[in-house]
């Protein structure tokens, strides 16, 4: 059986230019004017609770196996390999930084650090299910000042966003790598069943 190769873009290269026109131009601005606070928890909260029970089933290598999937809307190129663990990492990468810009905005302070898409990526694959829940669960106490700060802070890829911003955006993030995973783990089937 001859084996297949292939050459993922480098981190950092960005979505296809049509896809981050959708998603610039129609998705992030539907959802920043459609979703208020309370409504974008709930979409999280709903998101997470699909990944728990996606990976409930799943053992250790089956977790931490590297798999090439199809494009997906949202992802970059070279996250198309990326294992189920590594999702998980990049999840907690980002959240971190997503809610420290919320709090942060929601002190109307400014946000001085550059967001750089290729500074997000996993490392290990060491990311447990359990620290993005605990991550998730403290900001869930998180109670801002407000919910509409006038400080804003841009995202690399799109537009300036202020913190009730973010936070929808942290539910659409959520919700792009839900798909990856389901993905991630469709191929982990159909490579178990041609076995």
């Known amino acids: ?5 292939y050459t993922l873009q480098p981190p950092g290269a960005g979505l296809p230019k049509i896809e981050k026109a959708f998603i610039k131009y129609l998705l992030v601005p539907l959802a920043r004017y459609a979703l208020g606070w309370k409504s974008a928890r709930i979409w999280l909260d ?4 699909c990944i728990t029970e996606m990976l409930a089933p799943l053992s250790q290598e089956q977790y931490r196996q590297r798999i090439l999937i ?5 992802i970059e190129d070279d996250t198309r390999d990326w294992s189920v663990s590594m999702v998980i990492e990049h999840l907690i990468i980002v959240d971190t930084g997503i809610i420290k810009v919320i709090k942060t905005l929601g002190k109307e302070e ?7 898409i290729e500074d997000v990526k996993p490392h290990q694959g060491a990311g447990t299910l359990s620290e993005l829940q605990l991550l998730l669960d403290d900001y869930r106490c998180y109670l801002p000042p407000k919910r509409n700060s006038h400080m804003t802070k841009a995202h690399p890829w799109f537009v300036e966003f202020n913190d009730r911003e ?3 955006f942290l539910a659409i993030h959520t919700w792009v790598h839900k798909r990856q995973i389901k993905a991630i783990l469709t191929k982990l ?3 178990a069943s041609a076995r």
């Open 166 to 168: 973010w936070h929808t």
């Open 110 to 116: 400014r946000v001085d650090q550059e967001i750089r």
């Open 70 to 74: 199809d494009h997906h809307l949202g």
């Open 189 to 191: 089937k159909e490579s």
């Open 1 to 5: 059986m001859k084996t297949q190769t």
């Open 46 to 49: 709903h998101e997470m609770r």
